[in-house]
């Protein structure tokens, strides 16, 4: 017993911040971000809460399963960016949508929403819970330095989610984590401790480009292909993929490598930048939205980030 998808949603903040909007804070350009990652824009938060940007999302996800907060079993949430440690998002959303189960966040940054997904296969599986809601939700740029020209422009604000029903449509799942904190780290401010020495590092996104990058591209192409193989199926058996929005620069490596056609890529970084956590989700409602996803379509999910953490999923729609 796994589960099906039967209903998506997304939420982002109003406020559309181009990348000419960047130059005037730091030195970039147009071209630039254009041309090494593929953004034109994205949202920011000028007066919402990563957890209020979650329960919208949630919300249009209910709405769109045709459910109440009454029917969810679980709730599942993810954030590198949350307003509080403690509550989780999980449970401040559980609280803005009126929903009464209990709830749990997940961290595994970039690639969490695939987590979220994996965790709720499991619960499924024990035979426990009907129906779980997940909900990817970030406001990435109350963790960015905004002097720091190599993060401050990838980043976007928003939140995605999808309810998730009893079913056996969660085909397959690949999972790589290479522990450590020396490509990319987002510090806690560790508090003022008068017995704690140790130099602390600045609470916003530390990544190494290029690092990530290579780890990036050959997540992507190793977890697609891996999922491929291991089912004994070829990229002709699938309608879609959604990849994790991190540059355009690394889906677009995926398709030369691994011979994708880009139709079947999920791309609308252009619009949103990378929202951590909220990307995949986000870019899964867009396709559903498109009409073009016909149930029984076969789709792979794929995510990579800090941690390092990368994941992939075969599910059917
Ligand atoms: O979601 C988690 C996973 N994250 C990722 O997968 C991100 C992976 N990494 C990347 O997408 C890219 O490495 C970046 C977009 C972060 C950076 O792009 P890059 O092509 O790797 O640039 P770079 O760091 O190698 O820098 C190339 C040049 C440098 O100038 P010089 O030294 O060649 O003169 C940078 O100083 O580009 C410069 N540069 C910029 N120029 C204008 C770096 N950032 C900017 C900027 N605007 N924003």
């Not at 980043?155 to 290479?178: I, R, W």
């Amino acid at each position: 017993m796994s589960f099906k998808i039967i209903g998506t949603g997304m939420y982002v903040p109003e406020k559309v911040v181009t990348n000419d909007d960047l130059a005037q804070i730091v030195e970039t350009n147009d071209e630039w971000i254009t041309k090494r990652v593929g953004i034109k824009e994205r949202r920011i938060s000028e007066t919402e809460f990563t957890s209020e940007m979650g329960a919208k999302a949630a919300q249009a996800a209910l709405d769109n399963a045709g459910c109440t907060a009454a029917d969810v079993d679980l709730i599942l949430a993810a954030s590198v960016s949350g307003e509080t440690v403690s509550p989780s998002m999980a449970c401040m959303i559980q609280n803005r949508i009126g929903a009464t189960c209990p709830a749990l966040e997940i961290n595994a940054a970039c690639a969490a929403f695939l987590y979220l997904l994996d965790t709720a296969a499991a619960y499924f599986a024990l035979g426990r819970y009907k129906k779980i809601l997940v909900v990817g939700c970030e406001r990435m740029s109350g963790i960015l330095d905004w002097s720091d020209r190599g993060t401050c422009v990838i980043f976007g604000d928003g939140a995605g989610a999808a309810v998730l029903e009893q079913g056996s449509n969660y085909l397959d799942v690949v999972c790589t984590v290479k522990g450590g904190d020396d490509v990319i780290k987002i510090p806690h401010a560790l508090g003022c401790s008068p017995f704690f020495k140790t130099e602390q590092d600045t609470p916003y996104i530390h990544m190494q480009g290029q690092e990530t990058f290579k780890y990036a591209v050959s997540a992507i192409c190793d977890d697609i292909q891996s999922l491929l193989d291991r089912n004994g199926l070829t990229m002709d058996d699938i309608a879609y993929i959604v990849p994790h929005q991190a540059n355009k620069r690394i889906i677009d490596f995926a398709c030369k490598k691994l011979k994708i056609s880009e139709d079947k890529m999920m791309v609308n970084i252009d619009k949103y930048g990378n929202t951590s956590s909220a990307s995949v989700p986000i870019a899964l409602h867009e396709l559903h939205m498109s009409g073009n996803l016909k149930r029984g379509d076969k789709l792979i999910l794929t995510a990579f980030g800090g941690g390092l953490s990368n994941m992939a999923c075969l599910i059917e729609w």
